[in-house]
C-alpha cells in the first residue's frame, strides 16, 4: 500500500511539473484536495517545499496553476530553509476539500554562518529549482542570480546540486579560496544528463 501511495504521489507530481493536469482541475475537483501554504513572512515564501519527499518547487510560487493538488491519503510536508530548522506536517487530504497550513519558519541556533566567505553566482535555467550545497538545502536557483544576488559559502571543496522535478539533476564541485567569485552555469535538460560547468571570474 505503501509503494502504491508513492507511485501515486510520484506520478502526480510528474503530472504537476509538466503541467498537464491543470486544464482538467481548474473545474470543480471533487477527486484531489488542495492544499494552500501560507507564509508568515519572506522568508517562508522562499523556501522550498516538499512532498512525501519530493521537492515540488518555492512556497510562494505554488498557487494559481501551481496549486498544490494532492491524492486523499496520508501525506508529509516538509518546508526547508537554509540556516532555519524544518517545518514538517502530517496531514490527511480529502477529496474536494481544502486545507489552509500556516508556515512558520524557526532559526537554527545550532548554524553558524562564516565569518570569511567565497561567493558563487548562479546562471541556471529554470530558475525555480532547488539548490543544495554539500547536502543542504539553502534556496531556489532565483534568489542566487541576477544583479547583486549570490549565494556566499565557506571556502574550500563544495558541492552543489541543482534540482527540479522532471529534469536531470546537476551536481558540480567547486573548490573556492576566501573571496573567490565563480558562476555556475546550466541550462536542466528533461529526460537527459544537464551539462554545466563552474567559470571562474
Same mark, same amino acid.
Given at each position: ?5 508513492? !507511485?501515486? !504521489?510520484?506520478?502526480? /507530481?510528474? /503530472? ?8 482538467? /482541475? #481548474? ?26 519527499? &519530493? ?19 496520508? #501525506?508529509?510536508?516538509?518546508?526547508? &530553509? ?11 487530504? @480529502? ?18 554562518? +562564516? ?24 534556496? #531556489? ?7 547583486? @544576488? ?14 527540479? +522535478? ?26 537527459? +544528463? ?5 567559470? +571562474?571570474?
Amino acid at each position: 500500500m505503501n509503494s502504491l501511495r508513492k !507511485a501515486c !504521489a510520484f506520478l502526480w /507530481l510528474t /503530472l504537476f511539473s509538466t503541467q498537464l493536469l491543470i486544464p482538467v /482541475l #481548474h473545474a470543480d475537483n471533487k477527486i484531489l484536495g488542495k492544499i494552500e501554504l501560507v507564509g508568515a513572512s519572506k522568508v517562508e515564501n522562499t523556501s522550498g517545499v516538499w512532498i512525501d519527499g &519530493q521537492y515540488v518547487g518555492y512556497l510562494n510560487e505554488l498557487k494559481g496553476s501551481k496549486k498544490l493538488l494532492l491524492l486523499p491519503g496520508e #501525506h508529509e510536508i516538509t518546508v526547508r &530553509q537554509g540556516g532555519y530548522l524544518d517545518f514538517t506536517q502530517k496531514l490527511s487530504v @480529502r477529496a474536494g476539500e481544502k486545507q489552509t497550513i500556516p508556515v512558520k519558519m524557526e532559526r537554527d541556533t545550532r548554524v553558524a554562518f +562564516p565569518q570569511v566567505t567565497a561567493e558563487i553566482k548562479l546562471d541556471v535555467k529554470p530558475n525555480r529549482a532547488a539548490v543544495f550545497v554539500d547536502g543542504v538545502f539553502v534556496g #531556489h536557483v532565483a534568489e542566487f542570480s541576477g544583479l547583486g @544576488r549570490a549565494l556566499l559559502v565557506t571556502p574550500g571543496k563544495r558541492k552543489i546540486k541543482i534540482t527540479l +522535478p522532471g529534469y536531470q539533476t546537476f551536481e558540480t564541485d567547486i573548490e573556492l579560496v576566501a573571496n573567490q567569485k565563480s558562476t555556475v552555469k546550466t541550462e536542466m535538460v528533461s529526460g537527459g +544528463p544537464a551539462e554545466g560547468t563552474p567559470l +571562474p571570474q
